[in-house]
T-cell receptor, first 111, second 113 residues
Framework: QKEVEQDPGPLSVPEGAIVSLNCTYS??????FMWYRQYSRKGPELLMY????GNKEDGRFTAQVDKSSKYISLFIRDSQPSDSATYLC???????????FGQGTRLTINP | SQTIHQWPATLVQPVGSPLSLECTVE??????LYWYRQAAGRGLQLLFY??????ISSEVPQNLSASRPQDRQFILSSKKLLLSDSGFYLC????????????FGNGTRLTVT
């Protein structure tokens, strides 16, 4: 079993829809959670960084962490074609120098 | 602000040829540095990371090596490339304190022919 599971998709939704992207994990020691966006032929870009449980909002993006269920989510409101990309979740333990990444979900927003 | 530079953006090399990919970071001191490989449609595979000059940790035994000759310079090398070395190579940095997020360069797409 992988430490972090992420559905690779592809996921295709119409413009303006609310998008929900998810990751599950098995290591209860994970405390730091990140979401990255990667456009084709580019490096991943940090979108959200959260610690422990709870929600964090930044514009149209909301990151949610449920440590009791070992489940994290990224919500995108009012999705735009420019949101079309691969989204990767990542997480780490306290004091860790390395992140554990999900496989990434490929998302397409259709105009 | 911090920036990361990675070059070249694209590289086509024949099997058996050497490889040298370079990555530099500006605007921070003593960063942690990382090399990842991303195969088409697959996730990120950590190859090497470094917490200081001359300190290299290898994650996956393979045909590649890494070096950190200066504080903000990280080099990925191979003496003889294999077809299986083709992929998208990404350099990243983070603050030396644990649990800092990674910041990636724009990658090098390597095709070994």
């Amino acid at each position: 079993q992988k430490e972090v599971e992420q559905d690779p998709g592809p996921l295709s939704v119409p413009e303006g829809a609310i998008v929900s992207l998810n990751c599950t994990y098995s290591n209860s020691a994970f405390q730091y959670f990140m979401w990255y966006r990667q456009y084709s032929r580019k490096g991943p870009e940090l979108l959200m960084y959260t610690y422990s449980s709870g929600n964090k909002e930044d514009g149209r993006f909301t990151a949610q962490v449920d440590k009791s269920s070992k489940y994290i989510s990224l919500f995108i409101r009012d999705s735009q074609p420019s949101d079309s990309a691969t989204y990767l979740c990542a997480m780490s333990r306290q004091g860790a120098q390395k992140l554990v990444f999900g496989q990434g979900t490929r998302l397409t927003i259709n105009p | 602000s911090q920036t990361i530079h990675q070059w070249p953006a694209t590289l086509v090399q024949p099997v058996g040829s050497p490889l040298s990919l370079e990555c530099t970071v500006e605007g921070t001191s003593n960063p942690n540095l990382y090399w990842y490989r991303q195969a088409a449609g697959r996730g990120l595979q950590l190859l090497f990371y470094s917490v200081g000059i001359g300190q290299i940790s290898s994650e996956v035994p393979q045909n590649l090596s890494a070096s950190r000759p200066q504080d903000r310079q990280f080099i990925l090398s191979s003496k003889k490339l294999l077809l299986s070395d083709s992929g998208f190579y990404l350099c990243a940095w983070s603050l030396v304190a644990g649990n800092s997020p990674l910041h990636f360069g724009n990658g090098t797409r390597l095709t070994v022919t």
